[in-house]
């Protein structure tokens, strides 16, 4: 656990940083697994193998730990688009397509890509059941609305930058934002079945269209 | 129950139609305001207006009221998609764009906006919110996956008839799909807030788009 010389406060924070690590990771699981009704602090806690007098050291209220295991899915998510790399969020298939049309941006293809699998691995579960959740607590409403409102202008930055964009063009900044909104409703397609073989299908055809509407 | 020629039959089968009727409308209304867990039968007779036991002679489980729901959702939901006029589950402007592609289909952008409208109304936060209970709740999941996948096939189906889409042209079906993929989203994106300027921008680009990509 980290680098120490004596002992005490370096291993106690590493601790501290492991049991909040921990603890966001549970929240995220139960979240997707159990929905916001199942997922108190205590499941949590159990799931983490944590205390739960300290989850509420870390988080005192059952809303802090979960707009917080947000937070987390959300800098999970950029990390993973920002990645050239697949990532580990669903399986991408990002050989072929991202060469052939060239350019300093990644191809298309593989921008489309990695943006459809931002919205159906177990992150975006995750985030979903705490949107409904927020539809009907008030008292996460107000921060589900915040978080979302920053994440989704730092989806659509990095969709732009993905899709080597030029948002100055008339109906650009509309083409990406619907292309997103095609990723979360494929997404939501996802939830109760394993859609992927249809969605395959539907992302190649939809790659060609955004590639032509963004080329004019 | 049953056919009685001389009094009661017909107001008494009446009154036990009114009463299913109110039941389910209740049901979608406490789901999409209450989310799965605040809706119980006893939550939604209060509602109805309507005894426990009554409600229980129409639904003898919760899983059965909830199926019925939104199987009368869906049913709402085609009506809407065949009626020749704006219907009420949004405001949807169909005035302009309808006439100037010409040809027996509906015009592209009027097509475009009924579909988009049948995903942001309260027909389908209501079927949001039960498609996230069946993810979690495993009484309903094998019932909900199997309504969903005639509802969506249904959708298909009329979507393609609305836009005057050719299925025999590789790619248009799935055109077509992405294109319910992204009203899907657009639904999600606009359940925590009012997405309607946003959206109405997304659609009036994607309109072309879609026009464009069905013509070839």
């Not at 010389?5 to 909040?20: E, I, L, M, V």
């Not at 929905?35 to 988080?59: D, K, L, N, P, Y």
């Not at 790399?85 to 921008?111: C, K, N, Y």
């Not at 990695?114 to 159906?120: G, S």
């Amino acid at each position: 656990m980290g680098a120490v010389n004596t002992r005490g406060a370096a291993p106690k924070q590493d601790r501290s940083r492991a049991t909040r690590q921990r603890l966001l990771e549970s929240a995220v699981t139960c979240l997707a697994e159990h929905g916001w009704t199942g997922s108190t602090v205590t499941v949590v806690a159990e799931h983490a193998g944590v205390s739960r007098g300290a989850a509420q050291h870390h988080f005192p209220t059952r809303e802090d730990l979960f707009t917080a295991a947000v937070e987390y899915v959300a800098e999970e998510r950029s990390k993973a688009l920002r990645s050239p790399e697949r990532h580990g969020d669903v399986d991408v298939d990002v050989d072929g397509g991202g060469d052939a049309d060239g350019g300093g941006a990644p191809g298309t293809r593989a921008a489309v890509e990695k943006l459809v699998a931002l919205f159906t691995g177990p992150l975006f579960r995750a985030a979903l059941q705490l949107w409904v959740a927020a539809s009907n607590e008030p008292q996460l409403h107000l921060r589900v609305t915040k978080l979302e409102a920053r994440i989704g202008r730092e989806t659509h930055r990095m969709a732009v930058e993905l899709l080597g964009a030029d948002e100055s063009v008339p109906g650009v900044r509309e083409t990406v934002q619907g292309l997103l909104d095609m990723a979360r409703g494929l997404g939501l397609a996802n939830l109760l079945t394993d859609d992927s073989a249809r969605r395959e299908r539907v992302v190649a055809q939809w790659e060609l269209i955004v590639r032509e509407a963004l080329a004019r």
